[in-house]
Every structure is written in C-alpha cells, then in structure tokens.
C-alpha cells in the first residue's frame, strides 16, 4: 500500500488534513484483490471523490476496478445492481493534467446516467436503475500528459 | 464539492462592462472550449454497442455485497425474518471447499439475523465467523471484525454489524487472494450468494413483495460463478459439493436470464429448493455421492 505515505507529504494545509482524513477512509475501506499496486494512487483519489456521497449515506464498496489505459481508450466494468438502490461510480487517475470520463449503460447499450460530472482527474456517474440486471460502466481517459494513464473505480450504494 | 454542478461562466458577462476586445476574447473562449476534445467526450453517447468491446475490455462482473442486496429488502417492507433464521451451530469441516463456502454462507446469515434483529444470534454468527475463517488460516484477518460484530450487537448497531459483515467478507477474500487461494475466495462469494438467493427466493416465495422477484434477475453474475469454478483447478472444480453446486447454476442460469418481472411464482419456488438444497450440502457435509 503506498499512498498513506505520498499523502501525508503536505499535511500542512487544511486541504491536506481533508485529504488525511480521506485516506483514512481510503485505509479502511481498501482491499487488496483487485487492485495493483500500480494504482494504489489513482485509488485514494477515487476514495476522495467518494468521500462526499459517503457523508451522505452512500455505503462505499471495499473492492476497486483499476488499471491504466491510453488516451481515449475506453475499458467497461460489469457490474450487477438492484432495482430500488442508487448508485455512484466514481473514477479517478493521480496524473496530474489527465481527465476522465465514467458514464452507466444498461445491457442494451444505453445510456442510463441519472447525472454525472466530470472535473479534471476526477468524473463520477450515478444510476437508479429502473430494473434489476446487469449494467457497464464505461470508462475513458479523455487526455493525458502520458501514454498511459493509471485509474481507479469505486462505487457506492444506499 | 467535487461532486457540485460547475459554474461555468456564472455572473461573468453582468459584472463587467463589456469591451469589444473583451467579447472577442471570451467568444474564442467559449469556442475553444466548446469545441475542445474534453466538451465533447462529456457528452457521452446515448447508445453503444457493447460488442465493441473485446473481452478483454471488459472486467468481470462486480459480484454484489449482500448489505446491497438487504438495502433494497429493507425499502419493500418487513417480512418474517426470524423465520428465516436457521437453527444449528455448524462444525469446522475438513474440506478446505466446504470451509470456505460454508463460512459465506455464514456471513449470508448473519445478514438475517441482523434482519431479524437478533442480537444473540448474531454473536454466535460472528464467533462462527472466527472459527471457520481459522479452518483456511485466515483467521487473523477478521479477528478485529469477530469483536465488532460482538460489539455492535450488544449496542443493536445493526447498520454497524452489516458493515462488519460485509468487511469480514472482504477481508476473508482479501486475505485468500494474498495466499493465492484466489478458487477459495471465489467460494466464499459463491456461498454467501448461495444463501442469500435461497432466503430471497423464501421471502418472495412467501408473497412478501413482487418487486423482490426482480432481485433474482442476475444472469451474467450466475454465469460468472459458472466461469469461476470452470476456471477453478482439477481437484476443486471436481470437488461433489462444487460440481453439484455447478449443477445448481446451470439450472437456475435460464430462469434469472428472464426479466425480473417475467419470473413466475413456480420458478421461484424451483430457485429456492435448488439452493436450499445445495446449502444444506454445504451446511451438513452430505452431497449425496
């Protein structure tokens, strides 16, 4: 695990005593199965972009997606969700100057955000699903300083 | 908030007065960032073919926690669920398959029994929990989790023990997949999904709510377990209690395929006798071989 100490470097400011505070959070919900140490940072952004639905009772998922892609390359996540929850997909990447984009289709291929947004390395996505099944979340590297960007994929639920 | 609504251009044009040079400039603004890669990919396309994507774009599916599945039961209503509860303190098998099923079957029901509210119940589950986690030597993993669920039960935190649940079950997989037992962890998630399927299929069974039937409709996460134990080695995958499990999915795989709302009163039914049944295999040890 090597964010905890790449995050503790500016401790100083009160935006990094936020962030403290966000890998916290991040340590104690971080699992290792599915993530490579590679993204190990792109994962505490993740974390951070899910700090504010969690304060609103969103319950966040201990498993993350991650891996790295290429500049407009799009990779999709399969997940099954529950008719009756709401969901928020939140991505992130560490590389400074990357964004990214997270969008929900159904297994028809359509587009079924209830909202999302998109702010440099952080895009976040969420999805009522209108029924019970499988759903992709779509995710791209929209621009990027490298070839290939690290990012990571967290997901909540109420 | 990283989640707000941006402001673009919010006041920006009223609080100033406008120079000609000015209104040139934010125009070619606006154009480039209109008209730039980011604008453009934000729109997101309404529709995608999804067999664009190889295989090897794809990630398997996100196997569901069962607090996912309870948050939604918790909206439709309030069903027996002491009546679900099952009787019996299990023993440590020595099938390391059957440990690591069982020990998701009985993270599955300490679900139920914080449904039920039991809190009794619910430590004996948790300390069930430590012991059966000891069986496959990842017993330090959740020993923090076992004291929490303890813990909160006395407190009747019952949102606190669903997230010790949930997080013993992460940590149990967590744990395997460091000592490369990553067929174990697989079986872990089999088991609990086992369990759940077979108190939902109840409860639905029992005109608790139709819109629990459309809970069962998950086709590709039945055919992604079907995969794993494909995928699993020579000896577990041959293993009677997984290849009868095996069994069991492909018979429920054709029936969660339909909608949710397309699932009749006897398919349910059929579900539940199916994963009641491979359950008390996994519970008592008997695969009938």
């Known amino acids: 695990m090597n964010f905890f100490p790449s995050l503790c470097l500016n401790f100083g400011s009160r935006k990094l005593k936020n962030r403290f505070a966000l890998v916290a959070l991040a340590l104690a919900a971080w699992s290792p199965c599915l993530v490579h140490a590679t993204v190990d940072d792109a994962l505490s952004f993740a974390y951070e972009a899910a700090l504010p639905y969690y304060k609103q009772g969103f319950s966040i998922r201990k498993d993350a997606w991650g891996g790295d892609l290429g500049v407009r390359e799009k990779k999709a996540v399969s997940s099954q969700l529950f008719k009756g929850n709401n969901y928020w997909f939140l991505m992130a990447t560490d590389l400074k100057g990357a964004t990214l984009s997270v969008h929900i289709y159904d297994d028809n291929g359509n587009l079924v955000d209830a909202e999302s947004w998109q702010k440099g390395r952080f895009a976040g996505a969420r999805v009522s699903p209108k029924a019970t099944g499988t759903f992709f979340a779509i995710v791209q590297i929209l621009k990027s300083p490298e070839d290939r960007t690290p990012w990571a994929l967290v997901y909540g639920y109420k | ?289």
């Open chain 2, 1 to 289: 908030m990283l989640h707000s609504e941006p402001s673009l251009g919010e006041g920006i044009f009223s609080r100033f007065p406008m120079h000609p040079l000015i209104c040139l400039n934010a125009a070619i603004a606006c154009l480039l960032l209109f008209t730039s890669p980011i604008a453009r990919a934000d729109t997101p396309p309404k529709k995608i073919s999804l067999s664009d994507f190889p295989a090897a774009a794809v990630e398997e599916v996100v196997v569901p926690v069962p607090s996912e599945i309870f948050a939604v039961l918790d909206k439709l209503g309030n069903p027996n669920w002491k009546g679900q509860l099952r009787d019996g303190k299990t023993r440590t098998p020595e099938d390391r398959a059957r440990i690591a099923l069982l020990l998701g079957n009985v993270i599955a029901e300490g679900f139920v029994a914080v449904e039920a509210e039991d809190a009794e119940r619910v430590k004996e589950l948790g300390r069930q929990v430590l012991t059966l986690a000891d069986g496959i030597n990842v017993r330090k993993s959740v020993i923090a989790r076992s004291k929490s669920i303890t813990d909160k039960a006395d407190q009747r935190d019952w949102r606190g023990v669903r997230a010790e649940f949930d997080g013993a079950l992460q940590d149990v997989r967590g744990a395997m997949q460091e000592l490369n037992d990553q067929d174990l962890s697989q079986l872990v998630s089999l088991g609990g999904w086992l369990r759940g399927t077979e108190v939902l299929t109840s409860i639905v069974d029992g005109g608790f709510s139709k819109d629990g039937t459309e809970l069962l409709h998950q086709p590709e996460l039945v055919n992604y377990f079907d995969r794993c134990i494909g995928s699993m080695g020579g000896r577990l995958r041959k293993n009677p209690l997984v290849a009868s499990i095996r069994d069991v999915l492909r018979k429920i795989g054709p029936i969660v395929s339909e909608g949710g709302d397309k699932i009749t009163p006897e398919q349910v039914k059929s579900i539940h006798d199916l994963t009641h049944g491979v359950n008390q295999q996994i519970v008592e040890g008997n695969t009938g071989n």
